[in-house]
């Protein structure tokens, strides 16, 4: 049984492949695959590897482009994605950076990423890990605000008046207070009820269009930015059921 040193941890990789254990319905496993280390920490990758059998509704292309709805059957043999992870000492502690994230666009707003985030945090909290850092660019610079980053260099409040005038922009005449966004989360999940841009809420399509790349870090003993997670964990698996077949709105990711 191979055993992987980190700081002061020992960890076997039979106990860290049980801890990215998931129950979501289109993921066999989520393989964890160590990189070529280095003295200090260590590097590995994990392979998104798909459940032959299961029907999906495909929604976009992979490219992230939407398509024609579609239903579709996994055949377990799809490059569903793969994510890059290092951990290292650092202050008598240790810390970890999702370094790089390479998903097929086809199988995005089907909760995957959620479920692979959540098997993630489960390994980082059973070696003591606390804080979690990363570099958000393309779609992730909303993605991880969703996902209870927080801007580590940039001030949210500095873009509340590039929202504003992007919400006016498309018809809605709101006067916004940067007192009301104290972090990027709150940017991401702007809303105006009844308004979208190309179907995205408001706080969405602005992230996308408008927000710079982004230093982000999460504090895993800090509720504010674990809560902020599992609130939007529980917004996209409440859609499962119409586009993955067998889901059901209750869905829990162990």
Request: aromatic share 10%; glycine share 10%; proline share 4%.
């Amino acid at each position: 049984m191979a055993r992987i040193e980190i700081g002061e941890i020992r960890i076997s990789t039979d106990e860290i492949q049980d801890l990215l254990a998931t129950d979501h319905p289109m993921v066999e496993r989520f393989r964890f695959e160590k990189s070529q280390g280095w003295r200090e920490g260590l590097s590995f990758a994990l392979h998104i590897e798909p459940r032959a059998g299961v029907r999906y509704r495909q929604q976009r292309d992979a490219r992230g482009r939407r398509v024609a709805p579609a239903w579709r059957t996994l055949s377990g043999s799809e490059r569903v994605g793969q994510g890059n992870r290092a951990i290292w000492p650092e202050g008598g502690e240790l810390v970890a950076e999702n370094c790089t994230f390479f998903p097929n666009q086809e199988f995005n707003d089907l909760g995957i990423g959620s479920a692979l985030y959540v098997a993630m945090e489960r390994f980082y909290r059973a070696i003591g890990i606390r804080r979690v850092t990363l570099l958000a660019v393309d779609v992730g610079v909303y993605v991880w605000a969703r996902q209870g980053f927080a801007f580590a260099d940039e001030d949210a409040r500095s873009l509340v008046p590039g929202l504003e005038r992007f919400a006016r922009e498309h018809g809605a005449g709101v006067s916004l207070s940067p007192a009301d966004f104290e972090e990027c989360w709150d940017l991401a999940n702007f809303d105006v009820p009844g308004l979208t841009v190309d179907g995205d809420r408001l706080g969405k399509a602005f992230m996308l269009e408008h927000a710079p790349a982004w230093h982000g870090v999460k504090y895993l003993d800090d509720e504010r930015h674990s809560a902020v997670a599992e609130a939007s964990r529980r917004e996209t698996f409440a859609r499962l059921p119409d586009r993955i077949e067998g889901a059901t709105g209750e869905l829990e990711v162990r």
